[in-house]
């Protein structure tokens, strides 16, 4: 049974109150008094609480992490990074996760300042709450947004997908590829396409096609200018290109050349060997602490950090096997 105060006010005969006291070395109780209780303490084995050390200093030692879908995995190897970082510098992590719904988010974050949290890290929220927590910082709180894009300016911490971006096209590049395109069937804000594209320019090769839309990508793949190479804007979307290919006749990689992004777990099993730039998802997720913990040892204002990706070549590359 672990040792409280109350077991050594129990011991001392002595109200919890004084016991209390005692320990803080409040000098409102006579120091014989204080040497007998930290002397009971002692021979209990008693073990003081950081969290409690921590109340009575005016903090809670905790951080709170909010984000809106757990449907996708992707952010559990982000969340693996906060909670190891977190615990070796001696903080907990409240996580919430929430709906698309501002009024449910900020009642969350409502809930979260509540519990004390000593500062708020996102991976994502709705426009209004994207507000709330501005104006939270603005007066000082730290939050930090781990792995998302916000629509002013705040501290991040996420992966340099305009990097992540350049290497795609920079293997494609390599292996011949002159007919390319880019492929975001939802439309999705990001760097990676700009990454891309910037590189290909770079390089003095013509821009990539761009497509959103999965029967404009069929009827690309039949025409015959088709690309020789397409680059998803994730894993997922690189695996509907590829039944979207093998339905007209394309093989990967013979015909058609494939890279994703994200690294899925699926992406290395032997009947898809993706090739994909792989984010270092659990050091975004140990930045995004120690970036919060800076801000609330010293300034709300964090620095901004960009993790580098990984590129991880499998066999759904290859050069090009038609005329260009």
């Not at 907990?92 to 709906?99: D, K, R, S």
């Not at 290497?167 to 975001?184: E, K, P, V």
Request: aromatic share 6%; with cysteine.
């Amino acid at each position: 049974m672990s040792v409280t105060l109350k077991t050594i006010a129990a011991r001392t005969g002595l109200a919890l109150g004084t016991v209390s006291q005692a320990m803080r070395d409040d000098p409102i109780i006579a120091e014989p008094t204080r040497r007998r209780v930290k002397a009971a303490a002692e021979s209990l084995g008693y073990v003081p609480s950081d969290l409690g050390r921590a109340l009575q200093a005016g903090r809670s030692a905790l951080i709170g992490y909010f984000l809106s879908d757990l449907t996708q995995t992707y952010y559990g190897e982000i969340m693996q990074g906060l909670a190891s970082a977190a615990a070796e510098n001696g903080f907990g992590i409240l996580f919430v996760a929430t709906p698309h719904s501002a009024e449910t988010q900020i009642q969350q974050i409502k809930f979260l300042e509540k519990k004390r949290v000593e500062g708020l890290i996102t991976s994502g929220c709705e426009p209004d709450t994207w507000l709330y927590l501005e104006k939270l910082a603005a007066g000082g709180f730290p939050v930090v947004v781990s792995e998302n894009y916000p629509p002013r300016q705040m501290t991040t911490v996420k992966t340099d997908d305009l990097a992540g971006g350049a290497m795609a096209a920079g293997l494609l590049a390599d292996l011949g590829h002159r007919r390319t395109l880019y492929f975001n069937p939802g439309n999705a804000y990001n760097l990676r396409r700009d990454g891309f594209q910037d590189e290909l320019r770079r390089r003095g090769l013509p821009s990539a096609a761009e497509c959103s839309d999965a029967d404009a990508l069929g009827k690309i793949l039949r025409g015959p200018e088709r690309p020789t190479a397409i680059f998803a804007y994730r894993d997922l979307d690189a695996m509907r290109a590829r039944e979207i290919a093998a339905s007209v006749g394309l093989k990967t990689p013979a015909d058609l050349s494939l890279v994703g992004f994200d690294d899925d777990a699926y992406a290395a099993f032997p009947d898809i060997s993706l090739t994909t730039v792989r984010p270092r998802k659990q050091e975004v997720g140990r930045a995004s602490v120690l970036t919060l913990l800076k801000m609330i040892g010293n300034s709300p204002r964090g620095e901004s950090r960009l993790i580098k990706p990984d590129l991880i070549v499998r066999n759904s590359v290859g050069g090009p096997n038609i005329k260009e």
